[in-house]
């Protein structure tokens, strides 16, 4: 089949690469965001995706909106069979999934109906799910509530971050896309609809909500940092700075009141609902990230100083 393929970041990539390998398909142009600012001197950058279409010599669409005018004549005039779509990170209007024959099929980080939204990997790991996955199916106007082709699942760990999951989870449903286009050109494969029951929502996880509130339990501290690792990055405040953390430990048996802060030379206990949590690395607001040893020896806390 003749693709365009829709995608953004560098979860997107390893479904780029298998595509773009695949003896059954072209990939015709892949569109993705415009080029954005990054890194320390914001320059500006192409996204992951259109650097690898470049490098393939794939041509690269970058609409403000998947509505303008201009870039729906172009898809027009690739004449795409369907249009495969990973983290592409912009709706899409009805005019733009009329143009392929065979629709826009989506790659999606969760069993749906599960964690429909832009953050199901997020969400999975927050709410302590034991099975994550990917789904393919058929993109339709209502959120991610389109036909299903097929699923992957994932065991998620007790140590899974969001981006260690989403890396496993990539890579995998790469494959899942994949056989789902195979299935689509020769007609075996047939989208079945989405059960009524068991519907659940991702919403974008901001920086407030990444922010660890103390009181609760240890258990929900855990996995907010987890869930919020990369991005947007879990942070607290001390001394009226804010403070990134990395993933924590939690301590059985080890007690202290909610954000007080007990440092040794190596360790950084803080207090929570519940038990006590070991904290990892740590970012200083405009410093590097470092070990909590070191940060602790740094600021040296006092009596029952805490985290806000």
Same mark, same amino acid.
């Given at each position: 089949?003749?693709?365009?393929? @829709?995608?953004?970041?560098? +979860?997107?990539?390893?479904?780029?690469?298998?595509?773009?390998?695949?003896?059954?398909?072209?990939?015709?142009?892949?569109?993705?965001?415009?080029?954005?600012?990054?890194?320390?001197?914001?320059?500006?950058?192409?996204?992951?995706?259109?650097?690898?279409?470049?490098?393939?010599? &794939?041509?690269?669409?970058?609409?403000?909106?998947?509505?303008?005018?201009? *870039?729906?004549?172009?898809?027009?005039?690739?004449?795409?069979? #369907? #249009?495969?779509?990973?983290? =592409?990170?912009?709706?899409?209007?009805?005019?733009?999934?009329?143009?392929?024959?065979?629709?826009?099929?989506?790659?999606? *980080?969760? &069993?749906?109906?599960?964690?429909?939204?832009?953050?199901? /990997?997020?969400?999975?790991?927050?709410?302590?799910?034991?099975?994550?996955?990917?789904?393919?199916?058929? &993109?339709?106007?209502?959120?991610? @509530?389109?036909?299903? =082709?097929?699923? /992957?699942?994932? $065991?998620?760990?007790?140590?899974?971050?969001?981006?260690?999951?989403?890396?496993?989870?990539?890579?995998?449903?790469?494959?899942?896309?994949?056989? +789902?286009?195979?299935? /689509?050109?020769?007609?075996?494969? $047939?989208?079945?609809?989405?059960?009524?029951?068991?519907?659940?929502? @991702?919403? %974008?996880?901001?920086?407030?909500?990444? !922010?660890?509130?103390?009181? %609760?339990?240890?258990?929900?501290?855990?996995?907010?940092?987890?869930? #919020?690792?990369?991005?947007?990055?879990?942070?607290?405040? *001390?001394?009226?700075?804010?403070?990134?953390?990395?993933?924590?430990?939690?301590?059985?048996?080890? !007690?202290?009141?909610?954000?007080? &802060?007990?440092?040794?030379?190596?360790?950084?206990?803080?207090?929570? @609902?519940?038990?006590?949590?070991?904290?990892?690395?740590?970012?200083?607001?405009?410093?590097?990230?470092?070990?909590?040893?070191?940060?602790?020896?740094?600021?040296?806390?006092?009596?029952?100083?805490?985290? %806000?």
């Amino acid at each position: 089949m003749r693709l365009v393929f @829709a995608g953004t970041p560098e +979860t997107a990539l390893p479904s780029l690469r298998t595509l773009i390998d695949s003896p059954h398909h072209e990939v015709v142009a892949v569109v993705t965001r415009p080029d954005a600012q990054s890194g320390r001197g914001r320059k500006v950058h192409p996204s992951p995706v259109a650097a690898l279409a470049e490098e393939a010599g &794939i041509e690269v669409l970058r609409p403000q909106k998947a509505g303008d005018p201009a *870039f729906l004549d172009a898809l027009r005039a690739l004449e795409p069979d #369907c #249009c495969p779509v990973v983290a =592409y990170g912009a709706l899409l209007p009805q005019s733009a999934l009329d143009v392929p024959r065979h629709g826009w099929i989506n790659l999606h *980080f969760s &069993i749906l109906p599960a964690w429909r939204g832009a953050a199901p /990997v997020q969400h999975s790991v927050l709410h302590g799910d034991e099975i994550g996955g990917a789904t393919t199916f058929q &993109i339709v106007k209502e959120l991610d @509530a389109g036909p299903v =082709y097929g699923v /992957v699942t994932e $065991e998620i760990r007790a140590t899974d971050t969001s981006g260690t999951l989403l890396e496993r989870l990539s890579v995998s449903g790469a494959g899942l896309l994949a056989a +789902t286009l195979d299935g /689509v050109a020769d007609g075996t494969l $047939e989208a079945r609809p989405q059960p009524a029951d068991g519907v659940s929502l @991702a919403p %974008k996880i901001s920086v407030a909500d990444a !922010r660890v509130d103390w009181t %609760k339990p240890a258990m929900h501290v855990d996995r907010l940092v987890r869930a #919020c690792t990369p991005n947007p990055g879990a942070w607290t405040e *001390f001394r009226g700075q804010r403070v990134k953390l990395g993933p924590v430990r939690v301590v059985p048996g080890e !007690r202290l009141e909610p954000g007080e &802060i007990a440092a040794t030379k190596t360790t950084v206990l803080v207090g929570t @609902a519940t038990d006590a949590v070991e904290l990892g690395e740590v970012q200083p607001q405009g410093k590097r990230l470092m070990g909590a040893g070191e940060w602790g020896r740094g600021v040296r806390p006092e009596g029952k100083e805490a985290f %806000k």
